[in-house]
């Protein structure tokens, strides 16, 4: 645990946090940040475009970290980048958002905001760990085939307009966001083939979902919270991770406008309730009513050329 106070940190260096406005890894960076209750200022992106702001950062070197998956790239977001009073010079930047949730347990947690990996005691510090990894890696994969494949396939002539005006609707940079009005559907065709997401990922991915919630639910049969007596980064991820699949709405605590329900297809709006009716969905729901929003800072927006990126 840090000997400074959140306050003192932040004068001591500037963080900018750049994510993509949709993403539910990019939400468990922001939820993490507004847990330590950290100043900064947000840079929101869109995907494709992410790259030309994410490469300079990751070409300046200051990266002390390893990538964790193979499923994004050298540009992944979120990005945490690190300055110097200033803001001026680039100290240390992080591209993954485990790193992140580490670096901010370990620099920012005190007696109010406990560090999020030790707060069920040391006894299950690793198996933590070990269940943010597997949410990552499970969870975090299965809701990029299912939004992806339901938006652009299953549901594509009702969701062309929700999907294309998501970056108006965040207020991402006017470009940014004229460019994804007239390249979205391109655009996310290309990340489906990236991602080789197929009828088959889409189908597998509700059953490893609906798997996820049962496993969870029965977890939280025997305590209150995922990995024990208290909130940790194993619920803060699941939570985070699952924000799309189960809809979660800005009145319900998604910091930002996520897409609005027509742009899912009945049959992932009836998947939706299904998850949400479960044990785990309505803790999921729960926290994001009690623990996502409250007393923390919201962040200050950057502004690029104008605002126009
Ligand atoms: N393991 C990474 C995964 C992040 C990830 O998949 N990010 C996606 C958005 S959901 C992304 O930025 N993709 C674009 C890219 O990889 O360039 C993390 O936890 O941060």
Redesign the pocket.
Known sequence: MSDLSPRQMEATQKYLLLS?CY????E??RWAMSYYRVQYTHQLLL?FF??FT?KPIVDSGVSKHE???N????????CLALYDPSGKELEESF??????LVHLSETFSNAEHVNLYKSCGPENEEKIYTMEKHY?EVI?AAV?DLAYHDILVENKWSSILPFATIGFKNRVGVLQSLFWFGLSPFLGRM?MSFRAITPDKYEKAMETLRHEFSQASELLEKSQYLAGDYFSAADLTFAALSCIVLGITHEEGYQLRPFRANAWSPKCREFQQELRATRAGKHVLRLFKEQRYFGSPLPKKKTTLLGLW
Not at 71 to 78: C, D, I, K, N, V
């Open positions: 993509i993403s539910h890894f990019n468990k960076a995907p992410h790259m994410i990538s964790r998956d499923l994004s790239s050298a540009f992944s977001t979120p591209h993954d958002s485990h790193d992140i990552d975090g990029i990340i």
